[in-house]
């Protein structure tokens, strides 16, 4: 059994080629999970979903922006931030512009309602009899701070503790990761855009499970980000700037302020 995992695409139809090409170069595989955060922050929002639904055997969970653009919630600053630090109304501005741009192309185009219906989390028993769980963030949620590097063990511990699994997979955090704790082992996926440096190659897994056990392959798959940037400059992307230094490596990733054990 062969299964691609692969998460965080963002609306990035360039590196999700780049990575379905390298899966068919490996010979492809059984199944496919997609482990959310789909469409949201990208150019090409429909252009991915209209890829992922050829794909066969494919199985798909909930990210916290697939949530957002069906409930219409946002992630931060919030209106509480902004009463406290008027200087991030900028931001608050172009976070809502964006997601408003991606939920009005994914309405148009009919695919509201099949990210409304995406399950939190899936899974599989694989032939060694190892209980397999994908998910977003960590165990039964699509967000918070997730699984991130550095993540001291008591913190993981307290993610995984609903599990009921040996192998945990998840993403959120755009950090490759491969820890285990209290007999759980839990790898973080990376993510197929918005990469943070010092690696911006979409990142993805292969796991390769028999009756003897299971191997997982982190897989790296460079693709144009420069492309990239002129396409969300030619879709007029309300936040083009935002996502174009993802692109160069500017952007920080917001678990770097945690305090870790």
Not at 77 to 101: C, G, H, Q, T, Y
Not at 120 to 126: D, G, M
Not at 133 to 153: C, F, M, Q, T, W
């Amino acid at each position: 059994m062969r299964i691609a995992l692969l998460a965080d695409i963002h609306g990035n139809s360039i590196a999700l080629d780049a990575v379905l090409n390298d899966i068919r170069a490996l010979g492809g595989v059984d199944q496919c999970w997609i482990l959310g955060d789909l469409v949201a922050i990208g150019h090409d929002p429909i252009g991915v979903l209209e890829r992922l639904a050829q794909l066969s055997n494919a199985y798909f969970m909930r990210g916290n922006t697939d949530r957002y653009l069906v409930t219409g919630e946002f992630p931060k600053p919030s209106l509480a931030d902004i009463e406290k630090d008027v200087s991030l109304l900028p931001m608050l501005i172009e976070v809502v512009r964006s997601f408003a741009w991606t939920q009005g192309a994914v309405s148009s185009h009919g695919w509201l309602n099949w990210l409304a219906q995406l399950p939190v989390e899936h899974r599989l028993t694989l032939p060694d009899g190892t209980r397999l769980l994908g998910v977003h963030a960590s165990a039964g949620k699509d967000d918070g701070r997730g699984v991130y590097p550095g993540i001291g063990e008591t913190e993981l511990a307290s993610l995984m503790q609903s599990c009921d699994a040996e192998l945990v997979c998840v993403a959120h955090t755009h950090a490759p990761l491969d820890k285990t704790v209290k007999g759980t082992r839990v790898v973080n996926l990376g993510s197929i855009s918005n990469s943070f440096q010092p690696d911006l190659r979409a990142s993805y897994a292969l796991l390769q499970a028999d009756e003897t056990g299971y191997r997982i392959s982190p897989r790296r798959v460079d693709y144009d980000r420069h492309a990239v940037i002129a396409a969300l400059h030619q879709a007029h992307h309300p936040a083009t700037e935002f996502i174009g230094r993802y692109m160069l490596g500017q952007n920080t990733p917001h678990w770097s302020k945690y305090n870790h054990e």
